[in-house]
């Protein structure tokens, strides 16, 4: 089963003023005094939105396969078998993670990992998950 992630307003926000500053500054490398700078900065936009924000915004989901959750951000994928996740509890965590949301999920595993989720129907994932761990 499929879970798509929860995305807030503030990541929508981010993604596009990126994108706007993205072509602002190659705006910039045609029309602008300082060429290089301006070059560089564009290359810089391009590749944290291009290959980091953009991804993630279209491509973060949470699928359950037999015997992993696997988490899939951008053009990351981890996954982590049910029988090594420890716990799972609802989180406001701010800390850096695939979720794209403060609606979260923290989900411990191994013995020191924690990984960080936002699924949309996040109360109906805890249940499954929950339900495949035991």
């Not at 190659?26 to 300082?34: A, M, P, Q, T």
């Not at 015997?67 to 029988?83: A, E, F």
């Not at 979260?104 to 990992?113: L, Q, S």
């Amino acid at each position: 089963m499929k879970f798509k992630a929860k995305v807030d307003l503030w990541f929508h926000a981010v993604c596009v003023v990126m994108l706007a500053f993205t072509i602002f500054t190659v705006f910039l490398i045609f029309f602008g005094k300082y060429i290089i700078l301006n070059i560089i900065l564009s290359v810089f936009c391009l590749a944290l939105s291009g290959l980091l924000l953009i991804p993630m915004w279209l491509n973060t989901s949470y699928f359950f396969a037999e015997t992993s959750l696997i988490i899939k951000s951008g053009l990351i994928t981890r996954k982590i078998p049910y029988k090594n996740i420890n716990s799972i509890k609802e989180s406001k965590s701010a800390m850096a993670s695939s979720a794209l949301s403060m609606d979260r999920i923290e989900i411990a595993y191994n013995k020191f990992d924690i990984i960080v989720i936002a699924p949309k129907n996040k109360h109906e994932f805890i249940k499954q998950l929950e339900e495949r761990t035991k």
